[in-house]
Nanobody
Framework: QVHFVESGGGLAQAGGSLRLSCAVSGNTFRLDAYGWYRQAPGKQREWVATIGSSITLYTDSVKGRFTISRDNAKQTVYLQMNSLKPEDTAVYYC????????????WGQGTQVTVSA
């Protein structure tokens, strides 16, 4: 079983930046693809970005603003979020990914991101 501990969320103004981190337990980190997801109030959880061994994917609404990266030695996945918008407000989660965007494991507690106008 793989576990995820997300951190780095907080309050930012529109146009600002935040960097999220996701510490991943388990022994297969290097072999797996990882993604970030978010859930805004009253909405379903949605996929945001994926990183594999050599590819990255982004949902259209964050392309050019968010960057996903990973540090295999630290077993950590990052999401650098720039040019934040109020509509980015959500709880952000990470997870292992299959088939590009589909989550694979139980969810962690997530980290809250709030962007003020």
């Amino acid at each position: 079983q793989v576990h995820f501990v997300e951190s780095g969320g907080g309050l930012a103004q529109a146009g600002g930046s935040l960097r999220l981190s996701c510490a991943v337990s388990g022994n297969t980190f290097r072999l797996d693809a990882y993604g970030w997801y978010r859930q805004a109030p009253g909405k379903q959880r949605e996929w945001v970005a994926t990183i594999g061994s050599s590819i990255t994917l982004y949902t259209d609404s964050v392309k050019g603003r968010f960057t996903i990266s990973r540090d295999n030695a630290k077993q950590t996945v990052y999401l650098q979020m720039n040019s934040l918008k109020p509509e980015d407000t959500a709880v952000y989660y990470c997870n292992r990914v299959v088939a590009g965007t589909r989550s694979r494991d139980d969810w962690g507690q997530g980290t809250q991101v709030t962007v003020s106008a």
